[in-house]
């Protein structure tokens, strides 16, 4: 009987462990860049929970963005890294999505977002000459 109420006391406190994800920001503006550039930047995040946090997976919108993940649990309180690198040789305006999924209680499910432009450099000094 006691083993039973100790196991069940166990059970009822690890229940009350969770994981939180906050994000530092969760939109990074790459601005202005130019074509070629180094496309990689870095998303800042914290378990603010009271139980390790994994991220599952990270995927993105498009395949002109690849995401990279933390490969073990971000125990609480700690800070963690999620990684996207665009292909700045595609010129145009950024809009992409990364999709965060994790075992956060509250949010195990989020997006996080890029944008910008970049800009072809041959074009601009192109167009200044004429």
Known sequence: MILFIGFLGF???????????????????????????DGVRQFEFTNTGNA????SKVY?????????????????GETGIIEVKYDTKRVGPIRKTVTVNSNAADNPTMSIKIKGTVLDTNKSVLEKKN
């Open 11 to 37: 059970n009822l406190n690890a229940q009350d462990a969770k994981a939180e994800i906050k994000f530092k920001t969760e939109v990074i503006d790459y601005g202005e860049i130019a074509k070629g550039s």
């Open 52 to 55: 390790p946090l994994v991220i």
């Open 60 to 76: 993105s919108s498009c395949g002109c963005t690849i995401p990279k993940k933390p490969e073990g649990p971000i125990a609480p």
